[in-house]
């Protein structure tokens, strides 16, 4: 619309310059409020991101992640007596084997001969390889109470033929071993003399693995 010819009246004057000036703070308001929206939005983003690794940070410390290698903890056995026996090179340790004793019959008559079984089991999770030769197991009878040995197998015996077992996980192993009921000492040395009547108890080990004590009696 064309504006007459000539000056404008004041009032009509200072209302346009008015609009004008309120357009212009209007406009000039909207930009600043856009830009402080902007920046306010990447803050947001970059709290976000950093509550995210800090979130992780703490997943991973629960978790016990760590990059450091980890020990293994020493594996458990059976029970052990003395220093572990030699073990030849790629056989299986004494920790992966148990072993148990049993005898024939509870009561043997004076001039009888006890017989005593040897049952040894790998209680790993892992097949395993051993000598079990009869020079390598030491059966021994004791008095009831411990303090007197009165027998070994390999006392006058220490040799034997090798008898190399692989057994599977589970896995048993069994032999028996005869006793002919008189006394013995290492290297066979003294004389052997019948046992007397009584309560004793029999023991089978292998390298520092031993069994239980198990009683019987001679009647």
């Known amino acids: ?43 947001e983003d970059k709290q976000a991101d950093a509550g995210a690794t800090t979130s992780a940070e703490a997943t991973n410390k629960a978790a016990g992640s760590s990059s450091a290698p980890s020990e293994s903890g020493k594996p458990s056995g059976s029970t052990t007596s003395g220093s572990a026996a030699p073990v030849a090179q790629g056989q299986c340790p004494d920790q992966s084997l148990a072993v148990k004793v049993n005898v024939g019959q509870p009561t043997y008559k004076t001039g009888e001969q ?30 009831l109470d411990g303090a007197r040995r009165l027998w070994a197998s390999t006392d006058c015996y220490p040799d034997g033929t090798p008898d190399v077992r692989t057994l599977n996980p589970g896995q048993q192993a069994a032999f028996t071993v005869t006793w002919t009921g008189s006394t013995s000492q290492p290297s ?15 023991v089978a080990q292998l390298g520092s693995v031993r069994s239980a004590p198990e009683p019987f009696n001679i009647a």
């Open 1 to 43: 619309m064309l504006e007459p010819n000539g000056p404008l009246p004041p009032e009509i004057y200072w209302r346009r310059r008015l609009v004008a000036i309120g357009a212009l703070v209007v406009a000039t308001a909207l930009v600043i409020w856009v830009a402080f929206a902007l920046l306010r939005g990447g803050g």
């Open 114 to 143: 006890p017989v005593f079984g040897i049952v040894i089991t790998n209680i790993s999770s892992a097949a395993c390889e051993r000598d079990m030769g009869s020079g390598l197991q030491l059966v021994s009878v004791q008095s």
């Open 188 to 202: 066979c040395a003294g004389e052997r003399v019948p046992v007397p009547p009584g309560p004793y108890t029999v």
